[in-house]
Each structure stands twice: as structure tokens, then as C-alpha cells.
């Protein structure tokens, strides 16, 4: 049974969604099992995936958790070979797992940049790459989908973070690319483009000497900009990632669907 009982939309289904520990990959994981779904939470840190899967178990949720970087070929074939031994198929795949280190962009390293195109480009194509035995079934029988979680800032970039900006354009693209390698297996392959949304990666700071969160007048900046007056949750994003995993969204393809109150173009410089 799922957490306070199954809506049934995902009943049957096998999910895998990466970077579940916290933030909006928890959310997702958390609006899929709401479904009915048996999730498959994978996360870099072992502790927090684990307690996450504990969460979702113990409101009665099938759920399996797998540590691993998404970064690494060989951890993601692990995590859904794993996956596919627990629940006996897989169905879904949420690629949500990303991370930021942001910089202006005449100040950063080859590090900085490699390591924002290893998490948030190269893993959505390990993850990709790692599922294509299960999704790519010529008979056709089972609808599968697959829902990468992009950025408006890969569709307007946006300043201090260049290298992110670019990952995530590479994502839309790669959505693109494998929605139309993949529909003749009855795959979709859809994106969805927050806009600003709190998280302990973008909340306000109160110190400014920490990595994470943003300084709290960007914020003020942000806020006053979002034509519904409000940040976005993870919920909100999983609302949106559940659509595009439902049977409802079956005729969809390719497509980005940018989750962001209104806001659009975030020229705002944290």
C-alpha cells in the first residue's frame, strides 16, 4: 500500500528516481509511491537514502533504496539491475539527481566544470543508458516513461553558473534526442524546467560564508519577480513529473514543461 492509501494511477508500476534522499527527488519519490508505485530511491549519500526508504516504507510504501553516483556507469547499472531483481520490471525513471558549484564563468576550474556535467549531464545518460534493456521491448506491451528533471536555467542560462546552465541544456537536449529513439518501444521521454524553488541548495542563507542556499536579497529579488508571489516547492515539481508519468500523458513526447510560477527568464545573479 502506498503512503494514506494508493490513488492507484501507478498501481503496478516500477519507479526509479535518482537523487531521492531529500529535496525534490524525495518528493517525487514520495507523489509516485502516493500512486501506487514501488519506488526504487537512489541517492550518493547512503545515510539519507536509506532513512528516506525507511520514510516511505513505513507509511506502507514498496520502496528499495540503492546507494551509487549517477555519475558512474558502472553504479547505475547496479542500481537498476538491483531494482529489476527486488520489483521484477521496471516501468518508470525519474532522472533527477544534479548538484551545482557555481562560479563566474571566467573564474572556473576544469573541476567546477567537469563535475557539473559528469552529476547533472553524463548521469541522466548513464541512467538512460543503464534502462534501455528494460524500455526498449519491441513487443510494446507496457508504456513506460522516462522524466528528466532539466532547469530554467538550461532554457534561459542564467549568471554564476554557466557550467550548470549548460548541463541542464544538454538535458532538454538529450530529452529531445531519446524521445524519438524510444517511441517506437511505446516510451515517452519528457522534461520538466523548475524555476525557483526552495531547497536547502537555494533557500535564504544566514551566513554568508556557507555553500549553500542563496544570499537573502537574491532571494527578495527572485520572489518579487514571480508573477504568483511564491517560491516553488518540490511538491509542485512532483505534481508536474507524476503528470508526465501518468497514463494521461501517453500522446506527450519530447516536450519540456517548465514549472516556474511564471517567472521564466531568471536573471537574477546569486
Keep these: 500500500m502506498a503512503p494514506g492509501g ?3 494511477e501507478f498501481d503496478g508500476r516500477v519507479a526509479i528516481v535518482t537523487g531521492a ?3 525534490i527527488g524525495l518528493a517525487i519519490a514520495r507523489r509516485l509511491a502516493a500512486g501506487g508505485a514501488a519506488v526504487c530511491l537512489t541517492d550518493l549519500d547512503d545515510d539519507a537514502v536509506q532513512a528516506a526508504q525507511r520514510e516511505l516504507a513505513d507509511a506502507g510504501a514498496r520502496a528499495f533504496a540503492v546507494s551509487g553516483s549517477v555519475a558512474d556507469p558502472d553504479d547505475c547499472r547496479a542500481a ?3 531494482a529489476a531483481a527486488e520489483f521484477g520490471d521496471l516501468h518508470i525513471l525519474v532522472n533527477n539527481a544534479g548538484l551545482t558549484d557555481d562560479v563566474m564563468l571566467h573564474r572556473m576550474t576544469d573541476a567546477q566544470w567537469n ?17 534501455a534493456p528494460w524500455f526498449r521491448d519491441r513487443e ?19 549568471v554564476g553558473n554557466a557550467n550548470y546552465s549548460a ?30 524553488v526552495q531547497t536547502r541548495l537555494t533557500a535564504p542563507r544566514s551566513d554568508p560564508k556557507e555553500r549553500l542556499g542563496f544570499p537573502p536579497e537574491a532571494v527578495e529579488a527572485i520572489l518579487a519577480k514571480i508573477p504568483v508571489g511564491r517560491a ?10 507524476a503528470f508526465l508519468c501518468s497514463p494521461l500523458s501517453g500522446y506527450i513526447t519530447g516536450e519540456t514543461l517548465e514549472v516556474n510560477g511564471g517567472l521564466g527568464d531568471l536573471q537574477i545573479a546569486v
Design 6 to 8: 494508493s490513488t492507484g
Design 21 to 23: 534522499a531529500r529535496g
Design 80 to 82: 537498476v539491475e538491483a
Design 115 to 131: 563535475l557539473v556535467q559528469d552529476v547533472n549531464l553524463r548521469g541522466t545518460f548513464n541512467m538512460l543508458r543503464a534502462v
Design 140 to 158: 510494446r506491451k507496457v508504456a513506460r516513461r522516462v522524466v528528466n528533471v532539466g532547469s530554467a536555467a538550461g532554457i534561459y542560462g542564467t
Design 167 to 196: 548541463a541542464k541544456a544538454g538535458v532538454l537536449a538529450l530529452t529531445r534526442s531519446a524521445a524519438r529513439e524510444w517511441a517506437p518501444f511505446n516510451v515517452t521521454v519528457n522534461a520538466v524546467a523548475p524555476g525557483y
Design 232 to 241: 516553488g516547492t518540490p511538491d509542485d515539481i512532483a505534481h508536474a513529473v
